[in-house]
């Protein structure tokens, strides 16, 4: 059973049921990521997911773990382009309790300047990490060719100078700006009580009722380059496309085409690259979409001596999917997939309750699983062809070379 209640400010509580479990997924979700900060923020939205994790007014840092330990579930945090999200696992019983945690940390963080100079020096180290992993470098390469000079664009972590000039009178006041009513959301599923839920939310009603910011929708720019990167063994081959929000009404039909190009062993990527011509290990399609924009991604490696060989190949794939469209054996296969991958979930609180979350914030609905699988059902080889079309006649390639 679906829930909602919305405080004065807008801050708004949803839950959702699921009597067969013992389990509850319980998130605070705030609309804020790298897309929101000015030059002046750029990583704080990151580094405020670190700092929230410092202690309370009540609590140090120690004693806060000691509470999360002591539900004996999984509890985390994550920063994207445009939300950050404090989450957990417990069971049942603890929900009220973890979503009161999660409150007293946005409302009662313990900043100072100590703790910030420890977490500055943590993500400066996840900075060194990403710029000697080459899987991490090379997404950072292709969003930041996709949408040159916006902030969606720019790496999560952000920068280290900004960091650097960091201060807890700052962060506090980047938090106090972004934790406002109709940008905090609490969303939980599974064995969860909504009144319980609600009751330990209350506190938040007392935030400003502002909103978000409009954003700025990042403009794609298609073509094709080529650079040298350090660290890399192989030559990596990106392809990028332009897709619409999370909302969009054709979803169902891009969820299905990036399938049947290359979102399994079956695609007609994998099956071409890797099983009949063995170009590359791998080769793997994905989606990335947000409130007003995406992007839809084509991931490969191979020899240096077969860089050539492998993008033509892919080109090819891409052309002739396009041109022809799927066959009705794809069409289903894929269909069939995504069909699973939607049931299987529903055994899963924390993908309900990230898929709760994500409906509310961005399209304002829930959508039921059975809908879902209706839209899905109805999804023809036409409405793939298209939803190619649309996005891939626009394509940016981007190829990284093994620096010398």
């Known amino acids: 059973m679906l829930r909602i209640t919305q405080l004065e ?3 708004t509580v949803a839950t959702r049921t699921l009597p067969q479990m013992h389990s509850a997924a319980v998130g605070l979700w705030l609309v804020s990521g790298s897309r929101h900060q000015a030059a002046d923020t750029d990583g704080y939205a990151h580094l405020m997911e670190h700092l929230l994790f410092k202690g309370t007014a009540e609590l140090d840092v120690r004693a806060l773990a000691c509470r999360f330990e002591a539900m004996g579930g999984q509890i985390n945090a994550q920063t994207g382009r445009e939300l950050t999200t404090l989450y ?3 069971p049942g019983d603890q929900a009220g309790a973890l979503t009161g945690l999660f409150v007293d940390m946005v409302l009662r963080p313990r900043f100072d300047d100590r703790d910030l100079a420890l977490e500055r020096e943590v993500v400066l180290s996840e900075m060194a990490q990403v710029a000697e992993n080459p899987e991490e470098r090379i997404d950072e390469e292709a969003v930041a060719a996709a949408w040159p000079g916006h902030p969606m664009g720019r790496p999560i972590l952000g920068s280290a100078e900004v960091l650097r000039a960091a201060t807890a009178a700052s962060a506090r006041g980047f938090l106090d700006g972004t934790a406002t009513g109709r940008r905090l959301w609490v969303v939980a599923t599974g064995a969860v009580d909504h009144t319980e839920l609600t009751e330990a939310a209350l506190e938040l009603g007392n935030r400003p009722p502002d909103a978000a910011p409009a954003p700025t929708r ?10 040298a990167l350090a660290a890399l063994g192989q030559c990596h081959l990106i392809w990028l496309a332009p897709v619409p929000g999370v909302a969009d009404a054709g979803n169902p039909s891009l969820e299905v085409a990036d399938h049947i190009l290359g979102g399994g062993v079956s695609s007609r990527l ?7 011509r063995g170009l590359s290990y791998g080769v793997q399609s994905h989606l990335e979409q947000y409130s007003d924009t995406g992007l839809w991604s ?3 490696a191979c020899d240096a001596d077969r860089r050539q060989e492998t993008q033509e190949t892919v080109e090819a794939v891409l052309e002739g999917l396009m041109a022809e469209g799927p066959r009705p054996d794809e069409l289903e296969t894929a269909r069939s997939h995504l069909r699973a991958r939607l049931l299987t979930e529903e055994d899963d609180p924390q993908a309900c309750m990230e898929r709760l979350a994500h409906d509310l914030i961005y399209r304002g ?4 699983v059975q809908d879902r699988l209706a839209r899905l059902a109805e999804v023809t080889a036409a409405d793939v062809q298209h939803a190619l079309t649309r996005a891939w006649a626009q394509r940016r390639c981007l190829v990284l070379t093994p620096a010398d």
């Open 218 to 227: 990042p403009s794609f720019v298609p073509g094709a380059e080529s650079r």
């Open 298 to 300: 084509v991931q490969t």
């Open 9 to 11: 400010n807008g801050v």
């Open 88 to 90: 957990g696992v417990v």
């Open 270 to 276: 994998f099956q071409t690259v890797r099983e009949e």
């Open 365 to 368: 609905e829930a959508l039921a």
